[in-house]
């Protein structure tokens, strides 16, 4: 039972152009949700954490939204660059904390064209 | 530089033949997780572990061990390796707001 889903497979999108990753999951004991990028022959990097309480959390260009009723998050990257082209998994946790047990979507491939 | 090191990179074994893969981290974080990644199922969380000699069981920690006997270092152990074992297996610690930092993966193929 996949408890966290990025239907998406893969996505491609111009430069400079919004590039929108999606993600649901099933479980309401989560509390946590990350995103993490991978590159090819590296392990993943943490991108960006929400907490449950918030909707919303911004860095720089990527922002995730939070909506619990729909157990659906996104990330958003404004603008999207070609080095921004890579695997994204996103990841839900409970306790609210980053760590202990996080259970991962499949990933969405990300192509960002010049 | 900090730093999760895994090894070996690359690892071809037979059936039944135990392995060990090492990690190491050297940021003093409290939690460590071993992870397999295989195609259209992304990562899943084998073992994690909170602290020194706590362990807890992942998703799919059937057929692997691991031991917590000092903080830096979280070993996964395959007693008796079989093919559906053959993955990308990352390792990664974590202790700051930030979420896991991941080694850069080991690739074993059993055959």
């Known amino acids: 039972d996949q408890q966290v889903k990025q239907n998406s497979p893969s996505l491609s999108v111009q430069e400079g152009r919004i590039s929108i990753l999606n993600c649901d999951y099933t479980?309401?004991?989560?509390?946590?949700f990350l995103w993490y990028k991978k590159y090819p022959a590296e392990g993943p990097t943490f991108l960006i954490s929400?907490?449950?309480?918030?909707d919303k959390n911004e860095d720089g260009r990527f922002t995730v939204f939070l909506n619990k009723s729909a157990k659906h998050l996104s990330l958003h990257i404004v603008p999207s660059q070609p080095g921004d082209s890579a695997v994204y998994f996103c990841?839900?946790?409970?306790?609210?904390?980053?760590?202990?047990?996080?259970?991962f979507g499949q990933g969405t491939i990300l192509t960002v064209h010049p | 530089e900090a730093q999760v090191t895994q090894n070996p990179r690359y690892l071809i074994t037979v059936t039944g033949k135990k392995l060990t893969v090492t990690c190491s981290q050297n940021?003093?974080?409290?939690?460590m997780s071993w992870y397999r990644q295989d195609p259209g199922l992304g990562l899943r969380q084998i073992y994690y572990?909170?602290?020194?000699?706590?362990?807890d069981k992942g998703d799919v920690p059937e057929g692997y061990k691991v031991s917590r006997k000092e903080k830096r270092n979280f070993p996964l152990i395959l007693e008796s390796p079989s093919p559906n074992q053959t993955s990308l297996y990352f390792c990664?610690?974590?202790?700051?707001?930030?979420?896991?930092?991941f080694g850069s993966g080991t690739r074993l193929t059993v055959v």
């Open positions: 990664a610690s974590g202790g700051e707001a930030g979420g896991y930092t």
């Open positions: 479980n309401s004991m989560f509390d946590y």
């Open positions: 929400i907490s449950s309480i918030k």
């Open positions: 990841a839900a946790g409970t306790g609210g904390t980053s760590y202990g047990k996080l259970t």
């Open positions: 940021m003093n974080h409290e939690y």
């Open positions: 572990s909170m602290n020194v000699e706590v362990t």
